[in-house]
Structure formats: C-alpha cells, structure tokens
C-alpha cells in the first residue's frame, strides 16, 4: 500500500521558515512526479510546487514563486519543500502528492496518490 507521509509543518511569524518532508513508500519514487499542494479554510485546494521524478525540472506558483524551494531525494524516497519569507496567506493544510510519470501538472485530480497533510499556521 503508497503511504505519503508529511512531516514539518507548524505555527510560525510571518517572516519565518518552515521546511516540509514527505516521505514515500511502496513507490517506484523515481517513477512519480511529486508535488506539493495546500488548501486554506473555505478554499479550494491549490497547487504550490512541483518537481519532476528526475528532479531536474521544477514549477511553481506566482504565489511563492522565489521564496519556496521543491527538491527531492529519490535515495531516501522524501520531498521537500523549504518555506522562506512566509506570510500569514501561506496558512493552510499542505498535502504532498504523486502522479506517475515525469511531467508536473498543476491540476489535483491527475495525483494518484495523497497524504494526509500537515498543518502550516503563519501569525501575523
């Protein structure tokens, strides 16, 4: 059984950082797209970063656009996702997710595969 397991998140000032993990199991890792997406309350999910199974290629958000970072290790199976400059409209639930193949794709329903998610709260 794919379990995607999110790590990292919690309260900070805005300002701040925060650095999210996903761990993957039961995945050809090398073999999935990953990518990060968040939702706030009484919003509708959105996509934040990408990265492709190879890591070369990357995509991003206007939103965080220079001040978040994906990155991947596909020895240890994790997605990253470093947070800087964060601002209080960065709060949300941030879910990792996967989709088979190299392509990164800003649309959810085309991720096979979710976490549970991780709480990320910015205080003004």
């Known amino acids: 059984q794919v379990l995607l397991l999110e790590s990292g998140g919690g309260l900070v000032q805005a300002g701040g950082s925060l650095r999210l993990s996903c761990a993957a199991s039961?995945?050809?890792?090398?073999?999935?797209?990953m990518a990060w997406f968040r939702q706030a309350p009484g919003k509708e999910r959105e996509f934040v970063a990408g990265i492709s199974g190879s890591g070369d290629g990357t995509y991003y958000a206007d939103s965080v656009n220079d001040r978040f970072t994906i990155s991947r290790d596909n020895r240890k199976n994790t997605v990253y996702l470093q947070m800087n400059s964060l601002k209080p409209d960065d709060t949300g639930v941030y879910y990792c997710a996967a989709r088979f193949g190299d392509m990164i794709v800003t649309t959810s329903k085309t991720y096979r595969y979710w976490g549970q998610g991780t709480q990320v709260t910015v205080s003004s």
């Open positions: 039961e995945l050809p890792f090398s073999s999935y797209a």
